[in-house]
């Protein structure tokens, strides 16, 4: 299946490419097609009327090709492109399925923040072991 990925871009510019390439990611690791729309900030300039223009315009013929549309929205709201996305969506009768990106998010750091406390544990009874012989 391939999947469009609608989150924010705007604001925190690079923590949100961040979540949407590690969505990207996941969906990678489900046995799907990302198709990230947020890889075009990297082509054009966002605060560039006209290149922005074309990067929605852009993103909007990446929902035509795809199968379904994963809308992360958290409690900062959806985005003036993210409504565009999903309006596009809609037009297209395309599967939507909306996912709390806070939650999410939270997850992630959640067991990012296990895996360094493990690694870290680890690493001291290396320590430990070690010093012992």
Known sequence: MI????????????????????????VI??????LCPHQIARYLDDKNLEERELGML?????????????????????SEGMAGEI?????????????DRDEVWNTIHTRSNLATEAQKRLESIKSAISHSR
């Open 3 to 26: 999947i469009f990925i609608c989150s924010r871009l705007r604001g925190d510019f690079e923590k949100n490419l961040e979540f949407a390439e590690m969505m990207a990611g996941a």
């Open 29 to 34: 690791r489900s046995g799907n097609v990302p």
């Open 58 to 78: 852009t993103a909007k013929r990446m929902i035509g090709l795809a199968d379904e549309v994963h809308v992360f929205a958290g409690k900062d709201g959806v």
């Open 87 to 99: 309006m596009e969506a809609i037009k297209l009768r395309k599967n939507i399925k909306f996912i």
